[in-house]
């Protein structure tokens, strides 16, 4: 029997969807894993402005375009256009379930979505606590590749960023993902450690930049903290599902990011922070409330579309280091 398809527009309680049999897909990585110049001309020709997010746009068309049976829209905790971007993914056809990240951060709260997310699929807690179980063997794993990347240095920012970012959905296959990261690291592991003159710190969505992390490491530097990278990647120890997604800082308000951030950058010895926003989205506010609490070297980029960097950003990205490299 095929095996139901459900797209998702971020990172939310995963477990749920393979509690129930089902293969979950993260729209973002669909969206940049496939041909997303396609996935956005699409999303224009169908009446998307040039004025709304690329992410909105190409995740739009990826749900089109990946043979999904359902979306499973985040329209609280996420993007602000994420009800009206099911809206147009339900026009389509496609049946759509909003989920929602309650906004005060309550335990209780938090505990009635996902009760509801569980009755719609017709699982029990304990059936989801039991994948949990199992996805937490596989996120202790990505525990180690993180502090690989700034203790052991065994692993290089673009490493580490691609494996926590494909965390959010283990490619729709946790054996296949854990077998492929177990290959991986014992590659790594035999490494001698990376060089890098510039500690960085990259914060923000993932980017959009097709080649950022190749840039910053030929400029000398290297990323040793991917922040929302690492939430994707659920790295708390905690047994109780609520709770995980309680600690999950994303989609909650810019001052637990802060907490979260701040923790990381002097733990990690930070030397300067490459943080990251789209171009028309709601967190180019937080940006700003993120620069003020944080007293190091601090750049804000800007993307706006799939591609490599342009040649202002990249001058900005020298100057950068020229400076504080």
């Not at 979950?24 to 699409?42: E, G, K, M, R, Y």
């Not at 169908?46 to 068309?61: A, D, H, L, M, V």
């Not at 026009?91 to 709260?109: C, M, T, V």
């Not at 890098?196 to 950022?212: D, E, F, M, S, W």
């Amino acid at each position: 029997m095929k095996l139901r398809r459900i797209g998702f527009t971020t990172s939310f309680p995963v477990e749920v969807v393979f509690a129930a049999g089902c293969i979950p897909v993260d729209l973002n990585n669909a969206f940049l894993t496939q041909d997303s110049d396609s996935h956005i001309h699409n999303a224009e020709i169908k009446g998307f402005p040039r004025t709304i997010c690329s992410w909105i746009k190409g995740n739009y068309n990826a749900a089109l375009t990946s043979g999904l049976d359902q979306v499973i829209g985040i329209v609280q905790g996420d993007c602000s256009n994420g009800n009206s971007l099911v809206d147009m993914i339900a026009e389509e056809g496609i049946p759509i379930y909003r989920f929602s990240f309650p906004p005060q951060r309550l335990y209780n709260d938090l505990d009635s979505q996902i009760a509801k997310l569980e009755a719609h699929f017709g699982v029990s807690r304990s059936d989801t606590t039991k994948v949990k179980l199992r996805l937490d063997e596989i996120r202790t794993k990505l525990q180690i590749l993180d502090s690989w990347t700034w203790k052991e240095r065994l692993v290089s920012g673009k490493e580490n960023h691609l494996w926590l970012v494909n965390s959010s959905d283990f490619q729709g296959n946790p054996d296949r993902f854990e077998e492929e990261l177990d290959i991986f690291m014992n590659i790594a592991a035999q490494r001698d450690p990376l060089p890098t003159h510039l500690r960085l710190a990259y914060l923000g969505v993932p980017p959009i930049y097709r080649n950022l992390y190749d840039t910053i490491s030929d400029l000398g530097g290297d990323v040793l903290f991917n922040e929302v990278q690492r939430q994707f990647s659920m790295p708390f120890s905690t047994p109780d599902i609520v709770e995980q997604y309680l600690q999950y800082t994303y989609p909650y308000s810019v001052f637990d990011r802060l907490k979260d951030i701040q923790t990381e950058l002097d733990c990690r010895r930070i030397d300067a922070v490459i943080s990251y926003t789209q171009s028309f989205c709601h967190l180019q506010i937080d940006n700003l409330l993120i620069k003020k609490y944080i007293d190091i070297p601090f750049l804000t980029l800007e993307g706006d579309q799939p591609e490599d960097m342009d040649s202002r950003t990249l001058l900005r990205l020298e100057s950068f280091f020229e400076v504080h490299g």
